[in-house]
């Protein structure tokens, strides 16, 4: 079956026509009508389009939905990406052995993601894990957008500048500003503050998957996030947030890191 993913905004939906033809069809404001076998569609998502006001949920090409927040003058997707495609329609190689997690280069073509502990019940609760090169998505190599990599239609994976404006707009105590749920934090500097989850962004401690062993760390601690910033040719910088400190961290790492993924939009 196939899902049909809109980023544009619909003018005429021709349901008479879908009545009388084995076929769905979709007028856009660019005056161009499209079909589709009804037999081939399994379901249709509204992505982002002119209609959009930050707050909205969007989806990816999964059909996995996510809260949006406006912090300052950027909208940042509220959770942790846990696609399995890049916006194309290209899978993202699942690697779950330690092993050949181990042997991925610092590259931006090493494409690989996992799930922390290679759990599904974690997926859910904290997205997925990914190497930079399956962040920036320089292997499908049809970004709409300067930097859109494993993001939806509308959405890029931050600079490291981007990063800096967040942390600059929340100012005092962003680390905990930044996170949420405390439940699921080891108990700290980072939860006990006033300011905890007071920004929407609801980071969590979702851990990583390290290069040199291909094992999992710190799920409940710590919380890692790509932006698209290169330091060099195998390594780029992150984000980090530790139970035990209200403040961001900033720092730079091998690109066969498996670090969560964050959205801000275009």
């Known amino acids: 079956m ?19 033809t084995t076929n769905m069809m979709i ?15 399994d379901s249709v998502y509204y992505q982002v389009g002119s209609s959009f006001t930050c707050g909205d949920d969007i989806s990816d090409i999964d059909g996995n939905t996510y809260g949006t ?5 950027q909208c940042w997707i509220s959770e942790n990406l846990k696609v ?20 991925l280069a610092d590259d931006d073509t090493s494409d690989a993601y996992s799930y922390y502990d290679n759990s599904s ?12 090169a399956a962040s920036i998505g320089d292997n499908w190599a049809r970004d709409n957008t300067a930097n859109q990599g494993v993001c939806p239609d509308g959405w890029h994976l931050p600079t490291d500048a ?25 108990d700290g500097d980072l939860d006990q503050s006033a300011d905890f989850g007071t920004s929407g962004f609801f980071a969590l401690p979702s851990g990583y ?10 799920v409940g601690e710590h919380g890692y ?34 670090f969560s993924v964050r959205c801000v939009r275009d």
């Not at 927040?69 to 003058?73: E, H, L, R, Y």
């Not at 707009?169 to 699921?184: E, I, P």
């Open 2 to 20: 196939k899902n049909i993913f809109l980023t544009f905004a619909i003018v005429i939906l021709g349901s008479s026509l879908m009545a009388q």
């Open 225 to 258: 996030w790509w932006s698209s910033t290169e330091y060099d040719s195998s390594t780029a910088y992150y984000r980090y947030l530790h139970y035990y400190s209200a403040n961001v961290n900033r720092y730079y790492y091998y690109k066969s890191n498996g």
């Open 84 to 103: 399995t495609h890049y916006p194309n329609g290209d899978a993202i190689p699942l690697v779950t052995d330690n092993t050949a997690w181990d042997n």
């Open 69 to 73: 927040v406006q912090i300052g003058n």
């Open 121 to 132: 019940a974690n997926a859910t609760t904290y997205g997925a894990l990914y190497t930079y």
């Open 162 to 186: 981007e990063w800096t404006t967040l942390e600059t707009y929340l100012g005092a105590n962003a680390a905990s500003k930044l996170a949420g749920n405390a439940a699921l934090w080891t």
């Open 27 to 41: 007028r856009t404001t660019d005056g161009n009508t499209h079909s589709y076998p009804i037999t081939e569609v």
């Open 209 to 218: 998957r390290d290069n040199s062993d291909g094992a999992f760390y710190d």
